[in-house]
């Protein structure tokens, strides 16, 4: 006999089909069989946590600490978060209010950085001081503002945009020889700092750009350092993790982001619309799949953005996601349990 009911994992309420054998005097429970399909969380949901005219992009955290940053189309502010709220540090504007932020971050520290096109002058970078915006560089040669902030272990801070690689560490800000730049993403371990230049990770420190001796697959999608310090890609060929001389393959689902939930588990998905974050068990295998479903509508679904999602240290997850309804309508949502 199979019955269809709800069953608690550990961490949330999953459909499941319990299956009983009659041993003559009693119906005693043999096994349970969690649903593959479209089994989701019911304790938990994404609540939406800023809101813009049109949208909020590019999100960002540091370090693993509780710091995050996003875009808003909304004048083209700057929002960060501590923590515990919100704050709108505004734009670093130059020529007109109509020039928009292009790109935000982390450098060394956790000082909170940010690019815009400088009209004639090409690209300009600024530093947030804890009250204002100061640009620290213009052009330069530098002239896509479009990129990614990140340190590394010995205090330097980098961009990385299409324009090449720069970085502080010799005073004013300079041009790295990388080609092709190292603007498509960045993690930390305890002791290294990786980024990733098309489809290449690099090791980075002291502006000194070296190639592990090894690749995974490519096409590379993100690079990821989870709570346990290990780093792990995720692509078309699936997950893979680097165990310090090679990349080791752990599961086949092809997928674009990856992040932690709060108790430790996997979360992948890929972008495009009606595709929710979905999570895995600790081992990587996709049996244990539980779709964290976006809110719907009569009119609409949502999906996530290519920014992908972030956990804090204290395991909250924050992402960005569009819905279906026309460009422009991008939310932050937060992962929360119901109440």
Partial sequence: MAQETYVHDGADWRKARQIYVYDGSVWRKVRTLFEQVRCVYHDHEWVRQLTAAYGVFGLVSYRGTEKLLVMSDDNDHVWYFDGSSWADLGAPYTIAPSIQVDSVGFGAGGDIYATNYDGGSGAAIYRWNGAAWVKLFSNGGMTDSTGQF?????????????????????????????????REGYAHTATKTYVMATYTVYEVAG?????LPT????????????????LWTSGTWGLFKWDGA????????????????????????RYGFDR?????????TTPNKVEMQFPAAPSFTYSMDSTGMKRT???????????????????????????
Avoid: M
């Avoid at 502006?207 to 190639?211: D, K, L, M």
């Fill in 246 to 269: 090679s990349w080791v393959a752990t599961s086949g689902v092809a997928c674009e982001y990856l992040c932690q939930d709060e108790r430790g588990d996997l979360i992948l998905g």
């Fill in 276 to 284: 929710n974050p979905y999570r895995l068990a600790a081992n990587g």
């Fill in 150 to 182: 990140f340190d590394d272990l010995t205090g330097n801070t980098y961009f990385g945009s299409f324009s090449g690689v720069w970085w502080d560490g010799t005073g004013p800000w300079a041009q790295i020889a990388l080609a092709p730049s190292a």
């Fill in 207 to 211: 502006g000194v750009f070296t190639a």
């Fill in 313 to 339: 240290a204290s395991g909250r997850l924050f992402c960005i996601a569009r819905h279906a309804a026309g460009p422009g309508k991008v939310h932050l949502f937060e992962w929360a349990e119901k109440t």
């Fill in 215 to 230: 690749q995974p697959p490519d096409p590379i999608e993100q690079l990821y350092v989870d709570t346990n310090g290990l």
